[in-house]
């Protein structure tokens, strides 16, 4: 298989919330189409990426940098000893003459290319992603449906307690049982109303409220945010402080009984595997969320899980942040133990397939060729007119 065309884009993906840390108005996403030399009822196949929430684009790294590392790549670089195009060896080829450490942006860029690239490969084979990773690197036997928690709960101009309360109910009647929201962006007070609003929905059960900090407490706030919710044993406390420093993280999980969440702004499997060394972070409870799209793509993923195997965690652990189809896929073939999801933001990146129904906080990826893509009218609109 052969590469024959990249066309690469930005497309928006604001709105008007914002967390503990920034506002979502500028937000953005690269998104990318490979056209292929294999030919389908008349047509190219043709993979597709783009780059999860919370990053923006990273499009001219993927065009000043890896893509033509890729296009220069003579056939043998990029293809494995039975013949197949490699996306494992691809990633080699796209990080030559990259310095270790640093990850940033260029994780985004790579993880939009590895994500092609998988799409690609998995619709030449003809199955969709899930079933290709579970037999190339997991078990051969997939989990059926994934565990899919809300997340919502953001600050907005004008939102009231009662506008919070109808956003976790309507997550509720959409199918989930567990639900977001965002702390640390008022003060304590201010929060533990809205902690009580949202528990309330839940019919009183905290332990179905998850709260994300995204990464903006100093450790004398996470200890006094702790103490104040630690009676209602909520389902994580995450992102607490801020992402790399892994001594606060391990001081709040000394005084903090209940699960730890973080890792969603951790890019590589050396960040990774500091977070297991050195954050204190307890197998048994606690949450990893590397995002597979932001850190480098499935290849580095896979790296990720093998430095959780050999520190002794199940990969039941993790719980991608993002809310995307890609991580569902990988999250399904690897047994994850679960998915975010955001129903109705990042759009048109954002969330599953159109077809896609969420029953008792479970989703399954569906049986399309690779990712999916093709299965988000809107976002397959933007996807086929980048190379149409
Ligand atoms: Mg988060």
Known sequence: MKIVSAHVGTIPIR?????????????????????????????????????????YNASHIIEDRLLPRLFAAAPAELHNDSGEFSPSLAWDVMMRNEKPGGHGERSVAVGVVDMALHDLVTKAAGVPLYRWIS??????????????????????????????????????????????????????????????????????DGS?????????????????????????????????????????????AEHYPHPIATGENLFSVQDARNLLRYGGMRPDRDYIQVDPALSYGLVEYLRVQEALKQHGWSSKRCIPHGGHQFSLHIAAALHLGGNESYPGEFQPTGGFTDDAVIRDSHVSPGELPGIGLEGKAEFYRHLHALHE
């Open 208 to 252: 179905r409220l998850a709260v994300d900090v995204n990464g903006k407490f100093d450790l004398s706030t996470a200890l006094e945010y702790a103490q104040a919710i630690e009676p209602y044993h909520l389902f994580w406390y995450e992102e607490v402080g801020d992402p790399l420093d892994y001594s606060l993280n391990a001081t709040l």
């Open 15 to 55: 709105s008007s919330m914002r967390n503990a840390y920034i506002d979502f108005s500028k937000m953005d996403s690269s998104i990318l189409a490979l056209v292929s030399d294999v030919i389908v009822d008349g047509k190219p196949l043709v993979g597709y990426g783009f780059n999860s929430n919370g990053r």
């Open 135 to 204: 037999d190339h690197y997991g078990d051969g036997h997939p989990d059926d449906s994934v565990f899919v928690y809300a997340a919502g709960g953001y600050y907005a101009p004008g939102k009231t307690l009662t506008d919070l309360q109808d956003e976790m109910r309507r997550f509720l009647d959409s199918g989930y049982n567990v639900v977001k929201m965002k702390i640390g962006g008022t003060d304590l007070t201010e929060d533990l109303k809205r902690i009580d609003a949202v528990i309330e929905v839940l019919d009183g």
